[in-house]
């Protein structure tokens, strides 16, 4: 008997298998580091490709810190194009897309032949897609198209749920739709799947423990959906990342509004977002009650300022972007412009 | 057919059974559906014979089956269908390849007061007052503990150890699924009995079926009028012994060239073992008996007498089924009741029912559902409650409903599980984030997946929840949900009957399609 019962005391400390993996993990890294260490300028080789990479993909963002006020560089950063936002509507999820990403010079601006991509949508809730509680599975399905067709190696999409994973991605028909065009669906159901990465430009969350594919990832694709919400008044580009780390309540617990604005300012920021305004939740929201908390709207935005993003969000639920406390600590921090006026957005209607 | 034939039929049917069982209960990526699973359990015999007492015939046609199938092949139920007895028969093959003195098979005498005297009280206990005793010592549910407190966490973790291996090569397949940690007091009856079923199998075969399991001795006693039973051919019989030593359940007494069929278990062994085919499996020839069926009897009454006299006292005092509520403290959850799955219509029906296989808490694709220590009594300990520390009742889920076994937890329609409420929402304002550090929170309030929980404006911006009890169903998602330790700021307080809930009402949003872009 006591024997058994130290055994099940075992098993609740190797729960995850956590020490194998971490096992694991220290032998692989170990011989990456000696491999490399044998060919000689390896790692020198890794770090140039690494730079062309964030350059590519516009995430500046490291250096741009480092130099201080960012709030004055941004500009600098719009797109080839000229703009810095399109903005579509009045067509289904996918041709609003096609017809936005071009305006931006193709996805191929933003996804180099080889690389991982991520992409990120909202698969919070065990609800079908009328419900619009989760993002469009049709737009999550022709992104991965898009990225694939610009050569990614591999396309990547997971959230960390709110309902049971499995029912939530099912349901949601992202699971179905992004397979079909070829995505890797990802697990995020575990403790396992994420690392502790510091926050530098944190106020509050100094620390979080974030998805292993967005560490791995080269380029990550922002693919929130609009939605009304009852504490946030609403949710979009930055609140979206709540799915990328594990301890939410952790956020929840210390001033949520901050958090959500610290974590924006995390490194490893998307290249682009695309906001799913298609069919928009405008109350009861994150989750909805029924389909009448839900309009039409028929509208797309695309941006690589997040803050922008969610501002311009903000204002298709009518609402006041300085109003949303994220919105406006997150301008302050200079993640971002919410000053839509001094912005160059295309505005398309179909 | 031929006697070697019945021992494969026997072997192969029964191997089968037995990984339909194993794959049922650690199903832990839900691949099963709930109709396999109830065509695989329905026929197992307390569980039908719950239904049978409790809804009616219809529902328990495996309880009939089993009887009827016994009054004519005797107990090929305890061979065939019951996983604890196939697992029973793997320990004592593997006990006897391990170490050919493991096995002491060869005839006995029967434990016959020990096996009818607990045939007795674990009948008078249920009938009397509740299931516990039958909890313990019914195989099935004693198999479903088995293969959920133990081999379950065992598969996860061989799952966990791969998909971790696979991870690193980018493949996810294999999804990394914790494993759920019960209370470790909880793990000491199934503990005690796993050993003593092991011990008891590695060297004595069934011995474990034939004096301790009331439903081997309930269906021993039907067995003695079956129609069908393995006989010896006097004639043909050497008295070699062969058959004797390869009896399971020590029933073969070759000298007097007589078969103890009340514990003959129809695993055909013996007819394979015997070099001159004098035994073999038919129709009964009728044999007098009736002066050793007299001392058994009397045996019987002295024995169940007896162990009722010296076991009644621990019973009786076992009747408080709810707990009584504890004293509340300012802070500290004041549940006052446990909260039991969907579909049980209420506490006191539930531990009536539930004789603890633990299926549902296999199946729950949440791991919400968890067994009880003393949340329903001491009686009800392993009943399962559901622990929203620890999850949630998904919303569109009716997993549990569909599989009980007992009816303990009756199928409802998922528009009627929607509206069943297991309990009420308590929000404890001075726990609240909002109210403590005034910062926005809302977890709980973004979960709730009727919006029984919503959001009122608080001081300046904030907002803070606020429940509304008639379209509250108990799920718990909120309690999961809010972040603040050690106790929550919300929690659901059990219902001791599940309530009808309102249909969440909701009217057209009043925001209409932009013609024009608003920025």
């Known amino acids: ?350 | 057919m031929t006697s070697s034939t019945l021992s494969k039929i026997r072997v192969i049917l029964s191997i089968l059974v037995l990984i339909l069982f194993v794959s049922v209960f650690v199903d832990f990526r839900h691949l099963i559906p709930d109709k396999y699973i109830n065509a695989i359990t329905f026929i197992q015999f307390v569980p039908s014979g719950f239904k049978l007492f409790y809804i009616g015939i219809i529902a328990a046609a495996g309880f009939i089956v089993v009887l009827l199938l016994t009054l004519i092949t005797g107990r090929t139920y305890c061979s065939f269908l019951c996983p604890l007895g196939i697992l029973q028969d793997v320990f004592s093959r593997t006990g006897g390849r391990i170490k050919k003195r493991f096995r002491r098979f060869g005839f006995k005498k029967p434990h016959t007061v020990l096996r009818y005297g607990l045939l007795a009280i674990t009948l008078i206990v249920t009938l009397i007052w509740g299931i516990y005793f039958l909890t313990l010592l019914e195989p099935y549910s004693i198999f479903g503990r088995f293969m959920t407190y133990f081999l379950k966490p065992v598969v996860l973790i061989l799952n966990n150890f791969l998909s971790g291996l696979l991870g690193k090569f980018d493949i996810y397949t294999l999804v990394n699924t914790p494993v759920t940690n019960f209370p470790l007091l909880i793990y000491a009856i199934p503990s005690a009995f796993l050993i003593l079923v092991v011990i008891m199998s590695f060297s004595r075969g069934r011995l474990y079926c034939n004096t301790i399991c009331p439903v081997g001795t309930f269906l021993g006693l039907i067995s003695k009028i079956s129609i069908f039973r393995i006989k010896f051919d006097e004639v043909k019989c050497t008295r070699c012994g062969r058959c004797s030593l390869a009896c399971k359940s020590s029933c073969i007494d070759f000298l007097n060239h007589d078969v103890d069929i009340s514990r003959c278990v129809d695993c055909f062994n013996c007819l394979k073992s015997c070099p001159d085919k004098a035994l073999s499996y038919g129709l009964v020839t009728i044999r007098k008996k009736e002066i050793e069926i007299d001392n058994e009897r009397r045996k019987l009454i002295a024995g169940s007498v007896l162990l009722f006299l010296g076991l009644s006292n621990s019973s009786s005092g076992q009747n408080t089924v709810v707990p009584k509520p504890t004293k509340a403290s300012t802070v500290r959850e004041n549940r006052k009741y446990p909260v039991c799955p969907p579909g049980s219509t209420g506490l006191a029906n539930f531990t009536k029912k539930c004789i603890a296989c633990s299926l549902c808490i296999s199946v729950c694709p949440n791991n919400v559902l968890i067994p009880s220590l003393k949340e329903y009594g001491i009686s009800g300990i392993m009943q399962p409650r559901l622990d929203y520390h620890k999850s949630f009742c998904t919303y569109e889920c009716i997993r549990c409903l569909d599989v009980c076994p007992t009816g303990a937890i009756m199928p409802l329609a998922l528009e009627a599980k929607k509206l069943t409420q297991l309990g009420k929402a308590v929000f404890i304002k001075d726990n609240c984030i909002v109210n403590t550090e005034k910062t926005a929170c809302g977890a709980c309030s973004e979960s709730c997946p009727t919006k029984a929980v919503h959001m009122v404006p608080f001081e300046g911006k904030l907002v803070i929840p606020e429940t509304k009890d008639e379209i509250c169903i108990g799920c718990g998602h909120c309690e999961f949900a809010c972040p603040t330790t050690p106790y929550k700021a919300i929690f659901v307080d059990g219902n001791p009957e599940h309530k009808a809930a309102k249909k969440p009402e909701n009217v057209q949003s009043d925001k209409k399609k932009p013609v024009e872009f608003p920025f």
Not at chain 1, 6 to 12: C, E, G, H, P
Not at chain 1, 86 to 93: L, N, T, W
Not at chain 1, 279 to 287: D, E, I, L, W
Not at chain 1, 312 to 334: E, F, R, T, V
């Open chain 1, 1 to 350: 008997m006591l024997s058994v019962l130290i055994i099940i005391y075992d098993i609740k400390h190797l729960t995850n298998c956590e020490y194998t993996t971490y096992i694991l993990h220290r032998i692989i890294k170990k011989k990456r580091i000696f491999r490399n260490l044998k060919k000689g300028k390896a790692i020198k080789m890794k770090r140039r490709d690494f730079f062309k990479k964030s350059i590519g993909a516009g995430l500046a963002a490291g250096a741009a810190i480092s130099l201080g006020g960012y709030d004055k560089l941004w500009h600098t950063t719009s797109l080839p194009t000229g703009f810095d936002m399109v903005a579509i509507m009045g067509g289904k999820p996918d041709s609003m897309f096609d017809l936005g990403i071009q305006e931006l010079g193709g996805i191929g601006t933003f996804v180099r032949k080889g690389q991982k991509v991520l992409v990120k949508p909202n698969i919070g809730w065990d609800r079908t897609p009328e419900n619009a509680a989760n993002t469009n599975p049709l737009l999550v399905k022709r992104i991965v198209e898009h990225c694939l067709r610009a050569g990614a190696s591999e396309v990547y999409v997971f959230d960390h749920t709110c309902d049971n994973w499995v029912n939530c991605y099912k349901n949601s028909g992202i699971e179905k739709y992004a397979k079909d065009a070829g995505a890797k669906i990802v697990p995020a159901n575990s403790e396992s799947y994420y690392q502790e990465v510091s926050i530098t430009g944190g106020k509050i969350l100094k620390n979080a423990k974030v998805h292993q594919i967005v560490l791995e990832a080269d380029v990550f694709i922002n693919v929130p959906v609009l939605k009304d919400h009852s504490s946030t008044r609403m949710t979009c580009c930055l609140k979206n990342m709540m799915g990328v780390v594990w301890d939410r309540g952790y956020w929840h617990k210390n001033n949520l509004d901050q958090c959500i604005a610290d974590y924006a300012s995390y490194i490893k920021k998307p290249a682009l977002n695309i906001i799913d305004c298609y069919n928009v939740m405008t109350k009861n929201g994150p989750q909805g009650v029924s389909k009448e908390d839900i309009v039409n709207m028929q509208s797309m935005i695309i941006t690589t300022d997040w803050v922008a993003g969610d501002a311009a969000a903000a204002k298709m639920l009518s609402l006041n972007p300085s109003d949303i406390n994220y919105i406006s600590m997150a301008h302050k921090m200079g993640i971002g412009n919410m000053n839509l006026e001094s912005l160059n957005i295309k505005r398309i209607k179909m």
